[in-house]
């Protein structure tokens, strides 16, 4: 079985809406948060910036939520703006539908693939893990990873998932050889 692992290289761009530039513009989610408190509740934003404009645009991540309930190291990576702690409410679905924006994931993976030893046994089988949940296409990725033709990999290849339908989990598929 050969591992096949699709890696984050950077934050993905977000696609929202921005005051100034219009109804789709991009930001970039190298953000930091911006905590305010009141009283013993506490509000939570991300802050991100537009590509176009350069402006500010802020995220809600937690609003009016009582000091006790939030966990310590969260609370610590809030105030001291943790690269993890962005990336990782970035990537949160949660958050996405929330605040409206899409993420734009073009760019911001890679894939490591060892090639398939054409004189080792048939058929290969393969397995894909995605570290973070970057849509891909099934029968895009591979095809990529063995630089086959789509059309070919449509006929070679034996896949648990629809290879035409995006996936954002890991998966596995066969190569079947060539006849």
């Given at each position: 079985m050969?591992?096949?692992v699709v890696?984050?290289?950077?934050?993905?761009?977000?696609?929202l809406?921005?005051?100034a530039?219009g109804?789709?513009?991009?930001?970039?989610?190298?953000?930091?948060?911006?905590?305010?408190a009141?009283?013993?509740?506490?509000?939570?934003?991300?802050?991100?910036?537009?590509?176009?404009c350069?402006?500010?645009?802020?995220?809600?991540?937690?609003?009016?939520v009582?000091?006790?309930?939030?966990?310590?190291?969260?609370?610590?990576?809030?105030?001291?703006?943790?690269?993890?702690?962005?990336?990782s409410?970035?990537?949160?679905?949660?958050?996405?539908?929330r605040?409206?924006?899409?993420l734009?994931w073009?760019?911001?993976?890679?894939?490591?693939?060892?090639?398939?030893?054409?004189?080792?046994?048939w058929?290969?089988?393969?397995?894909?893990?995605?570290?973070?949940?970057?849509?891909v296409?099934?029968?895009r990725?591979?095809?990529?990873?063995?630089?086959?033709?789509?059309?070919?990999?449509l006929?070679?290849?034996k896949?648990e998932?629809?290879l035409?339908?995006?996936?954002?989990?890991?998966?596995?598929?066969?190569v079947?050889?060539?006849d």
């Open positions: 050969l591992p096949w890696r984050r290289t950077g934050l993905p761009l977000l696609s809406r921005c005051a530039c109804p789709e513009s991009a930001a970039v989610g190298e953000g930091r948060f911006r905590v305010n009141n009283g013993k509740l506490l509000d939570v934003w991300l802050l991100v910036r537009c590509s176009s350069d402006r500010t645009i802020k995220l809600t991540v937690h609003e009016r009582p000091v006790r309930s939030f966990d310590p190291a969260d609370l610590r990576g809030y105030r001291e703006n943790d690269p993890e702690l962005v990336a409410r970035l990537l949160d679905p949660l958050l996405a539908r605040n409206r924006f899409a734009d073009r760019g911001a993976w890679r894939l490591d693939a060892p090639p398939p030893r054409p004189d080792g046994p058929p290969v089988r393969v397995e894909v893990v995605l570290e973070d949940p970057v849509p296409r099934p029968d990725l591979i095809a990529r990873g063995l630089g086959l033709s789509r059309s070919e990999v006929r070679r290849i896949c998932v629809p035409r339908r995006t996936t954002s989990a890991g998966f596995a598929f066969t079947m050889p060539v």
